[in-house]
């Protein structure tokens, strides 16, 4: 698990692509890729692969009272989203506070060397360590849906915004974007020395050793920046000239293009924003005995 595969609810209907994960109490979880229309307890679900029938089964819980109800391309836009807005919040934390949480730190600096996973919520840790692993990011989402101004920092909206924007620009630099690749697999090589165990990212940690941050903020200097659109990050002046504070801020920045990425690959739009879906901020109540898998 998970598994993907494909299923049907009605005789007639085409299969609809899906993934298959581990449910509660022995059952299992569907995550289809698109929203299925009028699906109710007790109907039968056939799931196949290659044109072979896999299993068949029975449909328990109402859809009205599942608590992982989105499409797995909502889902892994609302990952995305939470990922952009926890490093923007943090950019901003470091610029007027100088200090941030290190293991919400940690969680954004490792998705940046997760190139190839095998799911997107992979790159933040797991399914059930989004809740912790992410909680600032979906809290963020949480407020924006609320449409709360009291509670929404406007500088983290412009970072994240802007974020979105200087990627769709690298998306039309391929020379640039293979020269990223490049760069980061040479560092994640470098951050190897800082590190005894065999698989580095296991150790969220040494990927946040200052040299490993030094490195990807000439990473982002050296790519991101050379860009006409810069992103102008305020704050206090005594924090924005600590170099170990710019280092982490630009690190943060390029953890942010990493979301911004994902939320363009996961089918996001920049006019969603305007209308967010609630369901954007349902992974931050899902799982209550989360725990952090960095």
């Known amino acids: 698990m998970p598994l993907r595969c494909k299923a049907k609810v009605r005789y007639r209907q085409d299969d609809q692509a899906c993934t298959i994960e581990a449910g509660e109490n022995g059952g299992y979880l569907i995550r289809f890729d698109e929203p299925q229309r009028a699906v109710t307890p007790g109907q039968s679900v056939v799931f196949t692969q290659m ?3 896999l299993a068949a089964a029975s449909l328990k819980q109402p859809v009205s009272e599942a608590r992982h109800i989105m499409s797995q391309a909502t889902h892994n836009q609302a990952i995305a989203l939470a990922g952009l807005f926890q490093a923007a919040s943090l950019v901003e934390q470091i610029a007027t506070r100088g200090m941030v949480q290190q293991s919400n730190l940690e969680t954004c600096i490792r998705s940046v060397f997760i190139t190839n996973p095998d799911s997107t919520a992979e790159i933040y840790g797991g399914e059930r360590a989004l809740p912790i ?10 407020e924006l849906i609320d449409k709360d101004r009291s509670k929404q920092n406007q500088d983290v909206i412009r970072y994240a915004l802007s974020l979105l924007h200087l990627e769709k620009k690298l998306n039309k630099q391929p020379e640039l974007l293979n020269t990223i690749a490049e760069r980061l697999l040479k560092i994640e090589q470098q951050a190897k020395y800082f590190n005894d165990q065999e ?6 940690a040494t990927l946040t050793h200052p040299t490993i941050i030094a490195n990807l ?7 991101l920046s050379t ?3 810069r992103i102008q990050v305020t704050g206090e002046p005594r924090h924005l000239q600590n170099a170990e504070n710019a280092d982490k801020i630009r690190a943060l920045l390029l953890a942010g293009i990493r979301a911004a990425v994902l939320w363009r690959q996961s089918g996001g739009k920049r006019w969603q924003l305007l209308f967010l879906n609630p369901a954007f901020a349902l992974p931050l109540r899902i799982s209550p005995d989360a725990e952090p898998a960095i």
């Open 51 to 53: 044109k072979c029938v």
């Open 133 to 142: 692993n992410l909680g600032p990011g979906f809290r963020h989402l949480q």
């Open 199 to 204: 698989n580095l990212i296991d150790n969220a």
């Open 217 to 223: 903020a000439s990473l982002y200097q050296d790519t």
């Open 227 to 229: 860009f006409k659109f």
